[in-house]
């Protein structure tokens, strides 16, 4: 049996990384041939959601690759991308499909050979991991990642994160990075849950331990979440079942 | 005979000066013609690793301008040139240009490096200050402009293997050098300069001892494309070095080698090359630099020589060295030096960096011989306080490093300056010469089923010789809408454009594909084909099968095979969904508005309307003059009344030129091309203008910082040095006998705590009064207290006349504070001399303080109304600390003077004028083109949340209210296409042209 070739896309940007790759080519740098480059006009321009369609698409990897901090193109579009992708991968964390398939770094265009090197490590550490594993499972969780990517709450707080973070706030005041960050994990795990929790009520009628027990969550947690759903009128009561009320999704 | 000026200039060498000015008189209006006597265009900056003081790569922030020059139609690059002769005059010159046989055909070198790759002679590299090796036939740098090969004929040996290998048949050993008369109105000089030959010092053993290196060297070793690919090597075996010395103004600042000037950018660059090094080595490096003053006087310098102290450790000494001895066995190097106590010391090291100065290039007495202008002593250009981008020949200008030592910035900002020189020398001409190219009109292909045709190329062998072009060919015609597809030898060559065209309009194609090389050097060629045949010129996409494919796996043809059809597949996916875009055309009203009437606004306001443009000149003041209203003479001795009066008579006199005084602004609104601006006017603010323009120029000035310390204000013998300016020149001098004993304290206001930065100014001002005292009352005891003496460029000629004439330096810092103090109605100050180790006592009976300067407080004000960044410490901030240093990220408004940092008339005026120029590029042309691949909004989805708007760095996006919802809007004069707002809108209402979810997500999913 022939060895295992994972397929790895990057999405580079036209100035500095795209730059980069194309100097490791004029140096004849070999690097091992399994990355398909997307080029954007700047890192800031990848959407998430990009990457775990092609996860679903049993891509193995995907590197994003933009330019050092300062040199961006377009002045701070890869702080951006950084908060983005970053907040990405705590999502795929939850999952299980292994969140190191995503990687994020940056390439000067004078460093041809870094990317060479950058692409060879990534390579082998996703041969190590082996084939992306899409099954109905990984496939709902990856769905449910989506939705909350293309959420509000994730595109505002990964939005604003630089800028409150790095810069100031409406108040002048500057939010302590950690701080900041470990909101957004809590927030991320909640919306994770919520999206998984309507999915399997897209198609199922189900009580809150039902729902705990096929998230694997805390029974309270869960029930909080079903309720902010049902607060959002997007999840509905449907009856009684064994003392616990019953939900779905609701369909209007 | 014909007296109509010649709309075209020759600009005289190709480093990032040349490239400036090109690129903007070429975008105004100009043919220029670009020559350089290396192979390539690039200069210095092209060898440097990072950039200070915020570590940018170089390589990235200049490709953009490189390839930029290399495309404009209307630049011409005339590589390995020289000038011969010169006649006629301002307006109209004829130069004749030799240009060195190269011994290739330029117009067939694709510069795919197959001749390199054989060619069996090898010889150190210029490119990489010779630590490395190259072939004699060569390309200095991968980036390389113009990207054609060269052959050394010098060293080469004449074997004929590279004519056998070149399939683009590009090799011509019977080329010879050709003169050439180009006729031009104006010429710009930017040669540039060397770096200083540190042989001449035989005491730092450089070429005998191996590891010790030039700065330049150090910066190649520091780069990733450098000889040791970005690790940090010392060159005599290759080990990584623990301690590495900085020797500073090696070959500056030396009457005894005949620099007596300062390089004005070696300490700066020398804490650079001090912290990437350190950066470089994970496990701890020591750097020390020996020097004899910090000069970190630009805009960031002196937080940036803070952090390199307290964030990164680099050790500095205040010492002159005096030797290095090598160590035969291990290489490493012992530097004796003198402390400030005067103590003999050795310290050994292993690697020793000479921080060498920058000289004018050999052959400048030469060209200046030809051209008729002047040089200084040392051989650079001459040039006054007033033109500073003036030579004494009419109609021809200078800027960079060649009128003297400079950092990149200013090189930038003189190099714009000069183009808006010569713009206004040639402004009747404007637009005579410039090619512009006739298209057919555009077949609307919006309703037609995507036709697609694949183009793919061998590039020689470059890509056929290791992809499997005629499977991939095969393999592309049964791909969903690909109508044609065939294999060229060389895509890019003449006869292939042809040949699309042709295939385009035999199969009806209303798509493109090129699978090929880089679309950062290619994709304008094939776009321009694809216009000609009538094709939307973004009905294009390229897949780079060449530098990311065959180059990179030349070992693996099955892959590498593999590969290529992916990419064509998924650009094909791409294609499929292409649209025709349009870059929006914006009407520009052709008038300026310049903010603040100092010498900076005045000098933009003046150049403009030489170039036939109105402008309104707003000062808040109730006269022009800003600043030069308080200073008599420049450090040059220069009359600056005589100047400063008739430059306001020069603006009074001009038609164009409206000056409103007293005046304020109100109100600004509006974007590049379209501005509307409140102004009002009169002490009681009276009456209130309403102004329409298409570009604004802020040159708001800065002013003299009032101190607060040494009991100024409580004792009328406590001065500050403009207050002794005034004293000097407008009252009688006698006033000046009884003072026997004056001191000057440095650095009041600047560098400290409160203010960090270094005003730039303070010192040469200092010792000019100092000079003039003398001049008045030769029996004077001058002291000057000082932390560094920053007499940059040939002010260092300044301090050493100074010290000639007996002005006592002292210096002094934080740690050892200086006390001032009354003792019955007596001054005293008390200082620790450190040669002495004691105190000293000075009894002054007068104490100048060289207050700083500090920003403009409305500052402020101005900026929000323009939404415009201003630093912490109030001055504006430009768009690009090297590149754009008079642009501000949002387009349409300039920067000039004061505003952006503290400076001299000199460079104030050559921002200023270099401001002008580059607003001319909007305000030449009745339009303005917009990118096309920019955001827009579905107003149906937008929620108004304002988040585009908020990570929008160039203020493109603008609220608007619609059917009684607020919603965004994209303001496509302004936006730029980076795609950052569309990545992050919540509700799905942001898209961008040309990178749009489906093109990209096609491109995904074809995978
Ligand atoms: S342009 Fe490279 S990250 Fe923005």
Redesign the pocket.
């Known amino acids: 049996m022939s060895e295992f070739q994972p397929k790895i896309l990057g999405f580079l940007?036209?100035?500095?990384?795209y730059a980069g790759a194309d100097l490791a080519g004029v140096s004849r740098i070999q690097y091992r041939p399994n990355i398909r480059v997307i080029r954007v006009?700047?890192?800031?321009r990848v959407d998430p959601v990009f990457i775990i369609n092609a996860f679903l698409r049993k891509i193995d990897g995907v590197m994003v690759l933009?330019?050092h901090f300062g040199d961006?193109?377009?002045l701070n579009?890869?702080y951006n991308?950084e908060k983005r992708i970053l907040a990405a991968r705590k999502l795929l964390s939850l999952t299980e499909i292994e969140k190191d398939r995503l990687y994020l770094d940056w390439v000067s265009a004078a460093e041809g050979e870094r990317f060479a090197n950058l692409v060879n490590t990534f390579t082998e550490r996703i041969k190590n991991l082996g084939e992306i594993k899409i099954n109905d499972g990984t496939k709902e969780m990856l769905l449910a990642v989506k939705d909350v990517l293309e959420g509000e709450r994730f595109r505002h707080l990964t939005g604003v994160e630089y800028q409150v973070t790095e810069k100031e706030n409406v108040y002048g005041e500057k939010i302590p990075v950690e701080d900041f960050e470990k909101k957004l994990e809590q927030i991320l795990y909640e919306e994770y849950i919520k999206a998984r929790i309507l999915r399997l009520l897209q198609n199922n009628e189900l009580t809150i331990p039902q729902i705990a027990q096929k998230l694997n969550t805390a029974l309270d947690f869960a029930f909080k979440c079903v309720c902010s759903l049902q607060e959002n009128n997007i999840v509905e009561m449907k009856g009684i079942r064994n003392g616990y009320p019953i939900y779905s999704a609701n369909k209007y | 005979m014909n007296t109509q000026k010649i709309g075209a200039v020759l600009v005289v060498g190709g480093g990032i000066g040349g490239i400036q000015a090109s690129l903007d008189l070429a975008n105004s209006g100009f043919k220029v013609y670009l020559i350089d006597s290396a192979p390539a265009i690039g200069g210095i900056m092209a060898m440097l690793d990072k950039t200070f003081p915020t570590n940018d790569c170089s390589m990235c922030i200049m490709a953009p301008k490189l390839v930029e020059c290399a495309r404009h139609l209307n630049i011409k690059i005339i590589p390995d040139a020289k000038i011969e002769g010169l006649s006629g005059d301002a307006g109209n010159f004829q130069v004749k240009v030799r240009k060195k046989a190269r011994y290739i055909d330029a117009k067939k070198c694709t510069g795919c490096g197959e001749c390199k790759k054989h060619c069996p002679i090898e010889v150190a590299d210029r490119f990489n200050q010779g630590l490395t090796r190259r072939k004699t036939i060569y390309i200095d740098y991968p980036q390389a402009v113009p990207a054609v090969y060269a052959i050394d004929k010098n060293n080469c040996i004449g074997c004929g293997v590279c004519e056998k290998l070149c399939l683009a048949g590009a090799i011509n050993y019977k080329d010879t050098d050709i003169v050439e008369n180009i006729n031009v109105g104006a010429i710009i000089l930017s040669p540039g300069v060397d770096v200083f030959d540190p042989k001449v010092y035989t005491k730092f053993g450089y070429g005998i001892y191996k590891n010790v290196v030039t700065s330049l060297e150090f910066e190649r070793i520091l780069s990733a494309s450098g000889p040791f690919s970005g690790h940090l090597l010392r060159p005599y075996e290759g080990k990584i070095p623990k301690k590495i010395a900085f020797i500073q103004c090696v070959g500056s600042r030396d009457p005894q080698v005949g620099k007596n000037y300062c390089s004005s950018v070696c300490c700066t660059y020398a804490i650079k090359e001090a912290i990437i090094a350190k950066e470089h080595s994970k496990n701890g490096l020591e750097t020390t630099v020996f020097y004899m003053d910090i000069r970190t006087f630009g805009k960031g310098f002196e937080d940036y020589f803070n952090r390199a102290k307290e964030e990164y450790g680099v050790r500095f000494i205040r010492a002159g060295v005096s030797k290095i001895e090598e160590i035969s066995e291990t290489k490493n190097l012992i530097l004796y030096y003198e402390n400030e106590e005067g103590a003999i010391k050795k310290e050994e090291f292993d690697m020793v960096v000479l921080s060498v100065g920058l000289v004018p290039k050999p052959d400048m007495w030469n060209l200046s011989r030809i051209l008729r202008v002047n040089l200084n002593n040392f051989n650079f250009c001459r040039t006054s306080e007033f033109i500073p981008v003036d030579t004494i020949r009419d109609g021809i200008f200078v800027c960079g490093t060649f009128a003297g030592p400079k950092d990149i910035p200013e090189t930038v900002a003189q190099a714009s300056a000069a183009a808006g020189r010569a713009m206004a020398l040639l402004t009747e001409s404007r637009g005579s010469l410039v090619a512009k190219k006739k298209y057919p009109d555009e077949v609307d292909v919006s309703n037609e089923k995507p036709r697609i045709g694949v183009f793919v190329c061998h590039c020689g062998i470059n890509i056929g010789g290791y992809v499997n072009v005629p499977e991939v060919v095969e393999y592309v015609k049964q791909l969903p809408d690909v109508v044609y597809a065939e294999n060229n030898l060389y895509t890019c060559s003449q006869d292939t454009q042809k040949r699309i065209i042709e295939k385009i309009r035999e199969h009806k194609l209303n798509r493109v594909v090129v699978a090929s090389c880089t679309p950062r050097t290619h994709e304008p060629l094939f776009r321009e084909t694809i216009r000609e045949a009538g094709l939307n010129q973004y009905l294009f996409e390229m897949a780079n099968i060449r530098d990311q494919c065959s180059w990179i796996h030349m070992y693996e043809p099955e892959s590498a095979t593999e590969k290529a059809k992916d990419l064509v597949r998924m650009a094909v996916a791409k294609a499929r969904l292409l649209a025709p875009l349009k870059r929006v055309e914006i009407d520009v009203i052709q008038k300026a508005l310049v903010i603040g009437g100092g010498i900076a606004g005045m000098s933009s306001a003046l150049l403009l309307a030489e170039q036939g443009f109105e402008v309104f000149l707003v000062e808040k003041e109730n006269e022009l003059g800003g600043n030069l209203r308080h200073i008599y003479k420049t450090v040059e001795n220069r009359d600056v009344r005589y100047f400063l009066n008739q430059t306001i008579e020069k603006i009074r006199a001009n038609k164009l030129i409206k000056v409103y005084t007293n005046a304020r602004i109100k109100e600004i609104t509006g974007f590049v091309g379209n501005y509307r601006t409140k102004i009002s006017v009169g002490k009681f603010e009276d009456e209130e203008i309403e102004i329409e323009h298409g570009v604004v120029i802020v040159a708001t000035g800065a002013q003299e910082y009032k101190p607060t310390e040494y009991l100024y204000g409580k004792d009328s013998r406590i001065i500050t040095q403009r207050e002794l300016e005034e004293k000097i020149f407008n009252h009688s001098t006698t006033e000046f006998f009884n003072d026997k004993t004056i001191v000057m304290i440095q650095c009041v206001g600047s560098r400290d705590n409160e203010r960090k930065y270094c005003s730039r100014i303070c010192c040469s001002q200092a010792i000019k009064n100092a000079l003039n005292l003398l001049e008045i009352n030769p029996d004077a005891n001058i002291y000057i207290l000082y932390k560094d003496i920053r007499t940059y460029g040939f002010k260092e000629e300044l301090y050493r006349q100074a010290r000639e004439k007996g002005i006592v330096f002292i210096r002094y810092d934080d740690a050892k504070k200086l006390e001032l103090q009354t003792e019955n109605g007596k001054l005293k100050i008390k200082i620790f001399e450190p040669i002495l180790k004691e105190d000293l006592i000075i009894d002054p009976d007068l104490i100048v303080l060289s207050s700083g300067i500090i920003a403009e407080p409305n500052n402020a004000e101005i900026a929000k109304m323009l939404k415009v960044p201003i630093n912490s410490d109030g001055f504006f901030l430009e768009a690009h600390v090297k590149l754009r240093p008079v642009d501000f990220a949002t387009e349409g408004v300039f920067l000039a003077g004061m505003a952006h940092s503290p400076m001299t008339i000199a460079e104030s005026i050559a921002q200023a004028q270099a401001a002008a120029a580059r607003a001319t590029t909007i305000l030449s042309d009745k339009k303005y083109y917009a990118e096309a691949t920019i955001s827009s909004v579905n107003e149906e989805l937008c929620a108004g949340c304002g988040m585009c708007g908020a990570l929008c760095p160039y203020e493109a996006i603008v609220y608007k209210e619609k059917d009684g919802k607020k919603i965004s809007s994209v303001n496509e004069a302004l936006c730029k296409g980076?795609g950052t707002c569309v990545a992050s809108c919540p509700s799905g209402a942001m898209t961008q042209y040309g990178f749009t979810k489906k093109q990209i997500m096609a491109m995904v999913e074809a995978l």
Not at chain 1, 13 to 17: A, G, I, R, T
């Open positions: 940007c036209n100035w500095c990384s006009m700047c890192s800031g933009g330019c961006c193109h377009y579009g890869n991308a | 980076c």
